[in-house]
């Protein structure tokens, strides 16, 4: 509770961010997401809490830090925040040229391909992060997920309110998807290949006798594939995108299993 004092103090007057009481709180709440006792947003009941203080800390914590030059081995970067380290220790196995910024957590089990996840982001024990998969500032993901080849997991620091994408335990995402603005995937969820989900995209369940809508949300278990409707404009009728849930993963099968099933049985492609 000090600790939020101190960021809600230093947010409503940034001319206390040259003082060292609040440096420090800024940067204990960094170290606090770096070792994932904190979370920008986390479960509360089957609904999510977004902690906006903490998203506050991390938009402060730029202005405080310096730029510095960071070599490793032949490769040099140059940039405010460190590199994560000691993945031995935390049990995470790391392909060269996989990179986690320090303020992020990965949880024991994750395996990163060259990929890349960014200052707020929290990542489960036990998911892949394949090659060249990113997972945005503040995204949040859940355990034993598969973030396939390409995929995008769009990232929010500003405005403090919003929502960051959450991808919940067990959901498959496949290839090149992108997800941004906040959306939620449902657990155990299947995103085929190419599906692109914003909060203003239409998910359109069409397994049943009439199509049933949502939006910034798929449900658990979905099976998805991208899909188009068509949309007047005034130069004519168009096809726009969409996504279509076309199934659900079964529950009587290993969830590998069923994720094979799913994709099987409903022709997706990963």
């Not at 961010?17 to 770096?34: G, I, M, N, P, T």
């Not at 986390?42 to 202005?63: C, H, L, Q, R």
Request: proline share 5%.
């Amino acid at each position: 509770m000090e600790l939020k004092e101190l960021i809600e103090k230093a947010w409503l007057d940034r001319e206390l961010l040259k003082e060292s009481k609040a440096q420090e709180a800024v940067r204990e709440v960094v170290a606090l997401l770096d070792q994932g006792a904190l979370r920008v947003a986390e479960p509360d009941g089957e609904k999510w809490k977004i902690n906006e203080w903490i998203k506050k800390a991390v938009i402060m914590y730029f202005p405080i830090q310096q730029m510095e030059t960071i070599e490793v081995g032949p490769f040099e970067f140059h940039d405010k925040i460190a590199l994560k380290k000691d993945y031995k220790k935390l049990g995470v196995r790391v392909v060269p040229h996989a990179i986690a910024r320090y303020g992020s957590f990965v949880n024991k089990g994750v395996i990163m391909m060259p990929s890349y996840i960014n200052i707020g982001a929290y990542v489960d024990e036990g998911t892949m992060v394949d090659t060249w998969a990113t997972v945005g500032s503040c995204a949040q993901v859940g355990k034993n997920v598969h973030l396939s080849g390409g995929v995008g997991l769009g990232g929010v620091l500003e405005p403090v309110q919003a929502a960051p994408v959450i991808i919940e335990d067990n959901v498959f995402v496949g290839s090149r998807c992108i997800v941004v603005e906040g959306v939620q995937v449902g657990k155990e969820a299947v995103l085929g290949a190419n599906v692109v989900l914003t909060a203003s995209s239409k998910i359109i369940d069409v397994t049943g006798s009439k199509p049933v809508e949502y939006k910034g949300y798929v449900p658990p278990r979905s099976v998805v594939i991208p899909g188009t409707i068509p949309k007047k404009f005034e130069a004519g009728e168009y096809q726009v995108p969409c996504a279509l849930i076309i199934g659900t993963r079964k529950e009587s099968t290993d969830k590998k299993t069923s994720l094979n099933d799913a994709l099987r049985e409903n022709h997706v492609s990963v």
